[in-house]
């Protein structure tokens, strides 16, 4: 079955590490995006890839990092520059950047700090 | 800017009745409009969409949704709740004028009452 797939599941960080979620998706999706969930407030756009080697920042960029070598693969990296990193993960595709499709959900990660 | 709107944090209904769960959406250009809805630590699943065409929009596990053009309003809407219907659903506008991004409600938490 086609789909998304985020790992791991539940993470910890330390203070002043950096830690790196993955988000893997067989869908052939051209477009990527990272979101940050907290209760209450909705989801928040972190950052979002249109096309391979190309992302623009979201809402809410600071303190995070990404990267989109292959088409299937857009990991985030929470930086110890986050200062709250502690939330529920989503990483989501869809067919292309301009389309009126939906987009697909993994099914998060949650971090929490230790 | 755009932005969606989802006035109660929670909707209480008794299994067998109908349920609405409100939206409402601001946009520039014609709006692509979406409903998700996520259970406990996974990710969101695509409900419905509208795009364009006729109001109502029929969508997965019996739930519709009823565009109003005149109110910016999009609410979700199932003939006789069930208790696993209980869960967060969330409503997302898309701006058909070209921009990317995905702009979606704070959520709001059905409960379905046996």
């Known amino acids: 079955d086609g789909g998304i797939t985020q790992s791991p599941k539940y993470l910890f960080r330390k203070e002043g590490q950096n830690v790196t979620l993955s988000c893997e998706q067989n869908?052939?999706?051209?477009?990527m995006y990272w979101y940050r969930q907290d209760p209450g407030q909705g989801l928040r756009l972190i950052y979002y890839?249109?096309?391979?080697?190309?992302?623009q920042k979201g809402d809410i960029a600071e303190g995070y990092s990404v990267s989109r070598e292959k088409k299937e693969s857009f990991p985030l990296t929470v930086t110890s520059a986050q200062k709250n990193p502690t939330a529920f993960y989503l990483c989501a595709s869809s067919i292309s950047g301009n389309s009126n499709q939906p987009q697909h959900f993994g099914d998060g990660t949650r971090l929490s700090i230790l | 800017a755009q932005s969606v709107a989802q006035p109660e944090d929670q909707v209480n209904v008794a299994e067998g009745n109908p349920l609405t769960v409100k939206c409402t959406y601001s946009?520039?250009?014609?709006?692509?409009l979406f409903w998700y809805v996520q259970y406990p630590n996974r990710g969101l699943q695509f409900l419905l969409k509208y795009i364009t065409g006729d109001n109502l929009v029929k969508g997965s596990y019996g739930f519709e949704a009823e565009f109003n053009k005149s109110q910016t309003s999009f609410h979700l809407k199932k003939p006789s709740a069930l208790v696993s219907d209980s869960a967060l659903y969330f409503c997302?506008?898309?701006?058909?004028?070209?921009?990317?991004?995905?702009?979606f409600g704070t959520g709001t938490r059905l409960k379905v009452l046996a």
């Open positions: 869908l052939n999706h051209d477009a």
């Open positions: 946009v520039s250009g014609n709006p692509y």
């Open positions: 890839s249109q096309i391979v080697n190309d992302f």
């Open positions: 997302a506008v898309r701006d058909g004028a070209g921009t990317y991004k995905y702009i």
